[in-house]
């Protein structure tokens, strides 16, 4: 039984179809790449992983439940066993950076106090950020930003990690910290992890399956190596970075 | 398009508006309601909104109380000496005026303007940097770490602030009467005790503690529902300003009516 299923989801914004009909299965363990042009739904399906969007149509099962017929608190502990990491980072501006580390342990667990600072530090001390506790966000490089994402992610030991573009707008020798620092630490809590990246550097170190989604669709699912031997014109494309071929920008 | 086409669509659009936001903001309401339970494990939040939005609040509550106060002391005066009314029966005018409508209703409109505007900032912010979603994520329900403490501070704080609006809007039209009505304080004060009834106080505070549900509300909702980045938040800052105070009024005439029989 795979981890995750997910069944002919589509999901719409308008008139515009941005998942149309998109079937996977995610085994424990794996560590998968989904890969597209920007605006294609990749981050769009990484938020309905963890019910963040609900689909038009399809379903989207975790540990054989499906999330959109969970009640409030089952949903919640289905998330509790997930982590997601936000391409902005996305940390809560009004605390510190030990306060975000340690937010999900202490609201959605309820751990005492003295248990939490203990894990913040070494969540912290694993992203190369110890003794960073006391900054506040708006203190911190992108990049550093990432690494407390990074943090806050494993703090809780999830099962599912969701990377949603983990190197998007980082210099190339801080986004292969970043790269290696995921695929330390997926090695390290031994988690299923899904991330969605249009850096295909980025997909080639941390990805052991590659997905890509093109116009709503996947167009290839296979391992790093079948898709640099793929002959399928767009993936090539896509891999090459070629400006000419089937894909074109979006508008 | 015709032009009546265009104008009939419009209005069309803003019944669904209307509609949309009606419902969503019960269904917030709803969700609320249900987040009471959890209020033992989350009074270290609660108590951070009830010093944030209630305990600030107060500098300008006292400021603004002071000026309504004093002006409505001038104003009653200007009328009584208009009509030939006593001037002993001034703190009776002002008491009253001041506890029913002036300190509830001023106090409820200059905190959505600060307050209401805030929340529907702050959280409006927190959407569009999917820090709204960043919780969600880890198994934290927003309703019960955003919305739950900003709309129990807005609605116990808002009548804890009218309770120092009409102290001190009282002494402000106390100050107006001594140095520029020329009456003693003793008359104006046997006239203000002389009218005043406790069930004044009370649907007061009533009111006040509706205004405080309708603008912590109003705030939370266009804040959850802010889409579009920068741009978004200030709409939804401006809106949620605009709604609250309306609604305050519309409030207020159905309060006058079912509280206050003539």
């Known amino acids: 039984m795979p981890l995750i299923q997910v069944d002919n989801l589509t999901k719409r914004f308008g008139p515009q179809t941005v998942l149309d009909g998109v079937t996977l299965k995610i085994e424990r363990g794996e560590s998968v790449v989904i890969i597209g042009q920007s605006g294609t739904g990749k981050s769009v399906f990484l938020k309905h992983l963890n019910r963040l969007l609900t689909p038009d149509s399809g379903r989207v099962l975790f540990d054989d439940h499906d999330l959109a017929t969970l009640n409030r608190d089952q949903l919640t502990a289905a998330r509790q066993r997930m982590a997601m990491v936000f391409q902005s980072a996305a940390l809560l501006d009004s605390m510190t950076v030990g306060e975000n580390v340690g937010l999900g342990l202490k609201e959605a667990r309820g751990m005492a106090a003295s248990e939490i600072g203990s894990i913040v530090e070494e969540c912290l001390e694993l992203v190369g950020l110890a003794g960073t506790g006391e900054k506040m966000p708006s203190e911190l490089s992108g990049g550093m930003r990432k690494r407390v994402g990074l943090a806050r992610a494993i703090a809780n030991k999830p099962e599912v990690v969701l990377y949603d573009e983990p190197t998007t707008g980082l210099d190339p020798v801080t986004a292969e910290t970043i790269n290696e620092l995921i695929v330390a630490l997926n090695e390290r809590v031994s988690a299923t992890s899904i991330a969605v990246t249009h850096d295909m550097n980025s997909a080639f170190r941390i990805g052991r399956r590659i997905v890509m989604l093109h116009r709503g669709k996947i167009v290839f699912d296979g391992t790093p190596q079948e898709i640099q031997a793929t002959v399928d014109p767009t993936v090539r494309q896509f891999i090459e970075g070629r400006a000419t071929g089937p894909l074109t920008v979006n508008p | ?262």
């Open chain 2, 1 to 262: 398009m015709e032009p009546m086409d265009y104008h009939v669509e419009a209005v069309g659009r803003s019944g669904i508006n209307l509609v949309t936001r009606s419902g969503g903001m019960a269904i917030l309401l709803g969700r609320f309601v249900l987040t009471l339970k959890d209020i033992p494990r989350s009074l270290h939040i609660i108590f951070e909104q009830f010093y944030a939005i209630g305990v600030r609040s107060l500098p300008l509550i006292i400021v603004i109380s002071v000026f309504v106060g004093a002006v409505s002391a001038w104003q009653a005066a200007y009328q009584f000496k208009f009509i030939g009314a006593p001037l002993r029966l001034l703190g009776s005018a002002v008491g009253k005026a001041v506890v029913i409508e002036l300190a509830p209703v001023l106090s409820a409109l200059v905190f959505a303007g600060r307050v209401g505007a805030g929340i529907a900032a702050e959280l409006g912010t927190m959407r569009v940097t999917e820090q709204i979603d960043a919780l969600e994520s880890l198994g934290i329900d927003p309703v019960r770490y955003l919305v739950l403490p900003r709309m129990l501070a807005c609605i116990f704080m808002v009548p804890m602030l009218v309770i120092f609006a009409n102290f001190i809007a009282v002494m402000g039209a106390l100050a107006v009467s001594i140095v520029g009505v020329n009456i003693s304080s003793e008359t104006f004060l046997n006239g203000y005790r002389s009218s005043f009834q406790i069930s004044d106080f009370l649907n007061g505070m009533i009111k006040a503690g509706v205004f405080g549900l309708l603008i912590g509300l109003v705030g939370c909702y266009e804040g959850f529902t802010t889409t579009g980045g920068a741009e978004g938040v200030g709409r939804a800052t401006t809106v949620s300003v605009v709604i609250a105070s309306v609604l305050i009024l519309i409030f207020n005439f159905f309060f006058a009516v079912l509280l206050f029989r003539i």
